[in-house]
């Protein structure tokens, strides 16, 4: 859906549908990532005992994609709120005329 988002800069799309695509992309992104880092975090507990090292080691390797996916996020969220800000801005305009 991200990838999708990102392609349809490319093409003519309305900014509702942009919106709808934004926050489509933040709603599918944030859940994938939730599932993902939890699963993550209980596995790696299970396994610190074990081989401490090794899951420092990942942990501190994986925090540049943790913070990539929450940079993008972060994005998404702003474009969700940029495009409903101008949806409405239009909405507003086409009343008055």
């Known amino acids: ?28 992104y944030g859940l994938c990532c939730l599932f993902n880092w939890s699963w993550q975090v209980w596995f790696l507990t299970s396994i610190f005992t074990d081989k401490p090292f090794q899951v420092i080691g990942y942990v501190a390797l994986m925090s540049m994609l943790v913070w990539d996916d929450i940079v993008l996020m972060k994005w ?19 009343k008055k005329e």
């Open 1 to 28: 859906m991200v990838n999708l988002l990102l392609a349809s800069r490319f093409v003519d799309t309305s900014p509702m549908m942009s919106m709808v695509l934004s926050a489509l992309a933040l709603l599918i």
């Open 76 to 94: 998404l969220y702003k474009n969700v709120i940029r495009k409903y800000n101008g949806t409405s801005n239009q909405k507003e305009s086409k």
